[in-house]
């Protein structure tokens, strides 16, 4: 998935959990500044930040990466 697409999607999840960027990136345990360039899809995701994505929100990476065709 693209690391715009996939941005997006993390702030999408994040919004609808009514999280901030802040109380995200705190509760993964990372920067404000990595977490904005995540969303941003300036930042390639590895697997341990993407693990700590979906631990965060409380999702899964299939409900992260899953594209709804219409």
Do not use: C, W
């Not at 009514?18 to 509760?27: I, P, V």
């Not at 993964?28 to 930040?49: A, P, T």
Request: aromatic share 2%.
């Amino acid at each position: 998935m693209e690391n715009v697409q996939l941005g997006n999607r993390i702030r999408a999840f994040r919004k609808l959990k009514g999280y901030t960027q802040q109380e995200l990136a705190s509760r993964m345990g990372v920067s404000l500044v990595i977490l904005g360039e995540i969303e941003r899809g300036n930042r390639h995701i590895e697997d341990q930040i993407l693990n700590k994505i979906v631990d965060a929100l409380g999702i899964t990476i299939p409900d992260l990466t899953h594209i709804v065709s219409g």
